[in-house]
């Protein structure tokens, strides 16, 4: 029994040296700007400044500006088809029976595209400019 226990503790030693020791260091973080608008009023953009992670989704950049400001809130539904959908942003709800929705789009140099999956498989790049824009369907 001894020697079964001695032998399961050398492997499991062994696992732990391959593995590598932890380290204290934090893992990289990439600066990210993001821009909150509504289509459907006159309100002023909201620009935030965070970070995500290296190798982070959209989503833990949104949960990260939230837990830093307090004048940054967002909600999110799991659609069983679709993943995860920005529900609402600071109070501004989006609702199928008014068309509306947050549309997420990225700027890069100048130009600026939809993203072509959600907050919670998108991964940001160093840098980059998220906006977070409410509007209606009906206005495409």
Same mark, same amino acid.
């Given at each position: 029994?001894?020697?079964?226990?001695?032998?399961? *503790?050398?492997? +499991?030693?062994?696992?732990?040296?391959?593995? !590598?020791?932890?380290?204290?260091?934090?893992?990289?973080?990439?600066?990210?700007?993001?821009? &909150?608008?509504?289509?459907? @009023?006159?309100?002023?953009?909201?620009?935030?400044?965070?970070?995500?992670?290296? !190798? !982070?989704? #959209? *989503?833990?950049? *949104?949960?990260? #500006?939230?837990?830093?400001?307090?004048? %940054?809130?967002? =909600? &999110?539904?799991?659609?069983?088809?679709? +993943?995860?959908? *920005?529900?609402?942003?600071? !109070?501004?709800?989006?609702?199928?029976?008014?068309?509306?929705?947050?549309?997420?789009?990225?700027? @890069? =140099? $100048?130009?600026? @595209?939809? #993203?072509?999956? $959600?907050?919670?498989?998108?991964?940001?790049?160093?840098?980059?400019?998220?906006?977070?824009? %409410? =509007?209606?369907?009906?206005?495409?």
């Amino acid at each position: 029994m001894a020697l079964r226990t001695t032998a399961l *503790l050398s492997v +499991g030693f062994l696992l732990f040296l391959a593995r !590598g020791a932890p380290t204290d260091a934090d893992p990289a973080t990439l600066p990210l700007r993001m821009t &909150v608008e509504n289509d459907l @009023s006159n309100v002023t953009p909201e620009t935030h400044f965070c970070s995500v992670v290296e !190798g !982070g989704v #959209l *989503l833990g950049a *949104l949960r990260r #500006l939230q837990e830093t400001q307090q004048d %940054f809130k967002f =909600s &999110v539904r799991q659609d069983p088809d679709f +993943g995860l959908l *920005l529900l609402s942003v600071n !109070g501004v709800a989006a609702d199928e029976r008014e068309q509306t929705y947050w549309e997420i789009l990225s700027e @890069s =140099s $100048g130009e600026i @595209s939809r #993203l072509d999956v $959600g907050i919670g498989c998108y991964k940001p790049k160093a840098n980059e400019h998220i906006i977070l824009r %409410f =509007s209606s369907w009906t206005q495409q």
